[in-house]
Each structure stands twice: as C-alpha cells, then as structure tokens.
C-alpha cells in the first residue's frame, strides 16, 4: 500500500495559492522501472506548493500487466480519497504511468473519480523501443499498434469529460518521440532543451504547468493548445470537455 501524508496547511500564507480554491488531492503514477527517488522528489515539488500527494504503489517497477496495474490504481485511488475525504482526485502520470492512468480512465470507470488528469512524456501512440522489454507484459503492450493502445485510442469516449494535460519533450525523441506524445483528446504541452524524458519529474517548468493546469488557471495562457487547434479539423476531435 502506498503510505499517505497528511498535513495541516495554511494555504493563506502561500502567495501563489488562493485561499478560496478547491484544491483535489493527487495521485501519482510512476513510469516504466522508475526509481524511487523520481517520485520521492516530485511528490515533494508539488506537497510544497499546497497539494496532498500520494503515490500508486505498483508491482514490478511498473513492467507489469497494465489493466492490473489500473486496478491498483483505482484501489488507491479509492483510498486516497477516503483518507482527505475527498470527492475527486487529480491523477499526474509519467511515461508508461500515463497509460496506466488512461486505462483506468476509460476502461475502470475511473472518470468518474478523478477532476483533472496530467501525462508527462507519455507515449500514447506507443514507442519501437519497447521491442527491447517484450520479456515485460507492459513493455509489449507499449508496442506501437499493440492490442491495448489501439483500445485506447480508438475507443470514441476517450477521456470522458476530464480534462488532460500531455507534456512533452523535444528533447524526448530517443525515448518518446512527439508523435506519440501528443493526445487528442486533450491539451498539450512542449518543454524544451535540456529537459529529457526523466527530467520532467524535476522540471520546474513542467511542475509550474501541473499546478497551473490543476488550478485551471492554464488555459487562459498563450501557448495553450489543444490538439484539434494545431491539426486540420477532423484528425482525432477532442471529447474532453469541461471539468
């Protein structure tokens, strides 16, 4: 089980925090064999700027089975949210944490427990290198065209009505190429040199557009795109609507 903080905060005294602002706690989802201190660190990152932090404990570093690994993340979904008795969480999923998030999303019913979804460097559409980890279950599933992908990105609910955010690198190419970093049903985001793949857990930058994001503060920025505003209409409409 993941281990849970909870910490009496004075957001008041927080000059980038409304005091007014109803702020959902946070559940984050590590990538494929990443170590700890990745979430160690984000999970502080973003405990400092006044959010609640929790982090989906999965088995195997991550390379396991993905619709196990979702049901572990709706179990501590779950927890979490009866632990801050809260109605909804935010769900903050890096590289293959993404996928596992999206699964749960629009396979689990998890739409109807999570306010605003964040994917950082996820390869939505896949990635070839995963031919070197086809030992791991997950690392066939991220497989370009790989059964459970195309389930995702071809099932017409796509993200229900929660809003999500893709960050990507392009600085990323060896690991997850833009094309597959972008999501259609939602918004995106680039970061630029020398933030890789696993530097987006400790950008600043990419940690400041999580909180924006979250806030809902975001969209009213220059530079905030959806994907069917950057493409010709009628390549992968956005579902996702309001929060």
Not at 155 to 165: F, G, H, Q
């Amino acid at each position: 089980m993941a281990s849970h903080k909870r910490e009496s905060r004075n957001r008041s005294k927080d000059p980038v925090v409304d005091s007014e602002l109803k702020r959902y706690p946070i559940v984050y989802v590590p990538g494929y064999g990443a170590p700890p201190l990745h979430g160690k660190y984000f999970r502080s990152k973003l405990e400092a700027r006044g959010f609640d932090v929790c982090e989906a404990d999965l088995p195997y570093l991550q390379t396991g089975d993905i619709p196990r690994s979702a049901r572990i993340l709706a179990a501590e979904v779950e927890r979490t949210r009866r632990y801050f008795e809260a109605e909804k969480v935010n769900l903050v999923g890096h590289s293959l944490g993404g996928i596992i998030s999206r699964y749960y999303l629009q396979k689990q019913g998890g739409w109807r427990y999570v306010h605003r979804a964040v994917y950082l460097g996820t390869p939505h559409h896949g990635v070839y290198w995963a031919v070197f980890v086809m030992g791991t279950k997950a690392g066939r599933q991220l497989m370009p065209n790989s059964r459970l992908l195309k389930e995702l990105n071809n099932d017409p609910s796509r993200c229900r009505n929660i809003k999500c955010l893709s960050i990507i690198s392009n600085f990323d190419e060896m690991i997850v190429p833009r094309e597959s970093g972008v999501l259609e049903c939602g918004y995106n985001k680039t970061v630029n040199w020398p933030v890789g793949h696993w530097g987006m857990v400790f950008s600043n930058k990419a940690i400041d557009w999580i909180i924006d994001f979250l806030d809902g503060v975001l969209e009213s920025q220059q530079g905030f795109a959806k994907v069917y505003e950057e493409r010709r209409m009628g390549e992968g409409p956005c579902t996702a609507s309001s929060s």
